[in-house]
């Protein structure tokens, strides 16, 4: 493992070189490592409970050095709310608005996505969501709106598919919450490793999605009974009934905390 200690050595005397990575610049890679000595210190003592030497120590840099990489316990903390909420509801706006996927498709890749950042940053997102109320205010309202901004999108799918006939008249507010949920406990439970890697896990939290709110294939017969037809009729009605009472055509859109 590359060590702070030889990236502080190096910018001194240039005696010591850190491995060659592509791609991974020195600042980058240091950078992280502070970022990932953070959320631990932050995990165990609590964000009031860590202070910037802590973190320094547990690097290997001096405080002073530090300050060339963060000024303030807040500043990792804006780093690890653009990367786990505000990052992915960028990645998950722009898989909604692909074109060459029908909503199907979309929910898949949502969820397969939003799974795979919880398998691979499953410390920075236990940290927020074990410091939450501990957060100063501003980070606080920017983690919210990341984590509003998440549901929207999932939620917006779901929407769609509805409309498009081929998810069931669910809610879809509730719908989202569910799945997200369901795709946020892997940050607590999984434990990825070369023998149990995450895309497997990833494509079966979607299929289990997908499953939720899809309409089943061969269940309704190509001639209903009257009965089966006013069942299929009052599951339409409920959902308009949803539509009507959420008011002014903003149906989707999430109006208090996620």
Same mark, same amino acid.
């Given at each position: 493992? /590359? &060590?702070?200690?030889?990236?502080?050595?190096?910018?001194?005397?240039?005696?010591?070189?850190a491995p060659r990575r592509s791609g991974a610049?020195? %600042?980058?890679?240091?950078?992280?490592?502070?970022?990932? !000595?953070?959320? $631990?210190?932050?995990?165990? *003592?609590?964000? +009031?409970?860590?202070? @910037?030497?802590?973190?320094?120590?547990?690097?290997? @840099?001096?405080?002073?050095?530090?300050?060339?990489?963060?000024?303030?316990?807040?500043?990792?903390?804006?780093?690890? /709310?653009?990367?786990?909420? !505000? #990052?992915?509801?960028? #990645?998950? *706006?722009?898989?909604?608005?692909?074109? +060459?996927?029908? #909503?199907?498709?979309?929910? =898949?890749?949502? /969820?397969? &996505? @939003?799974?795979?950042?919880?398998?691979? !940053?499953?410390?920075?997102?236990? &940290?927020?969501?074990? #410091?939450?109320?501990?957060l100063p205010p501003k980070i606080a309202e920017?983690?919210? *709106?990341? =984590? %509003?901004?998440?549901?929207?999108?999932?939620?917006?799918?779901?929407?769609?598919?509805?409309?498009?006939? *081929?998810?069931?008249?669910? +809610?879809? $507010?509730?719908?989202? @919450?569910?799945?997200?949920?369901?795709?946020?406990?892997?940050?607590?439970?999984?434990?990825?490793?070369?023998?149990?890697?995450?895309?497997?896990?990833?494509?079966?939290?979607?299929?289990?999605?997908?499953?939720?709110?899809?309409?089943?294939?061969?269940? &309704?017969?190509?001639?209903?009974?009257?009965?089966?037809?006013?069942?299929?009729? !009052?599951?339409?009605? +409920?959902?308009?009934? $949803?539509?009507?009472?959420?008011?002014?055509?903003?149906?989707?859109?999430?109006?208090?905390?996620?």
């Amino acid at each position: 493992m /590359v &060590t702070a200690e030889s990236y502080e050595a190096k910018g001194r005397s240039g005696e010591a070189s850190a491995p060659r990575r592509s791609g991974a610049p020195r %600042r980058k890679l240091l950078m992280s490592e502070i970022i990932e !000595q953070a959320m $631990r210190l932050f995990a165990q *003592r609590g964000y +009031d409970g860590t202070t @910037l030497q802590d973190i320094a120590d547990a690097v290997g @840099l001096s405080r002073p050095n530090l300050y060339n990489y963060v000024k303030s316990k807040e500043d990792l903390l804006v780093a690890m /709310v653009e990367a786990t909420t !505000q #990052s992915a509801a960028d #990645s998950l *706006r722009e898989i909604r608005r692909r074109t +060459d996927l029908d #909503s199907t498709g979309k929910l =898949r890749l949502l /969820v397969r &996505t @939003l799974v795979l950042r919880r398998a691979e !940053q499953p410390a920075q997102f236990r &940290t927020l969501d074990r #410091s939450d109320q501990a957060l100063p205010p501003k980070i606080a309202e920017k983690h919210l *709106r990341g =984590r %509003r901004a998440v549901l929207k999108e999932v939620t917006a799918v779901i929407e769609e598919g509805i409309k498009a006939g *081929r998810f069931r008249p669910v +809610d879809a $507010r509730v719908t989202a @919450l569910s799945i997200i949920g369901m795709c946020n406990w892997v940050a607590w439970w999984f434990h990825p490793s070369p023998s149990h890697p995450a895309e497997p896990v990833a494509e079966q939290i979607a299929e289990n999605a997908v499953a939720m709110v899809a309409r089943e294939v061969g269940r &309704t017969p190509e001639a209903p009974t009257p009965l089966g037809a006013v069942a299929l009729l !009052q599951q339409d009605l +409920d959902y308009l009934t $949803r539509l009507l009472t959420t008011g002014n055509g903003e149906e989707g859109i999430p109006r208090d905390e996620v």
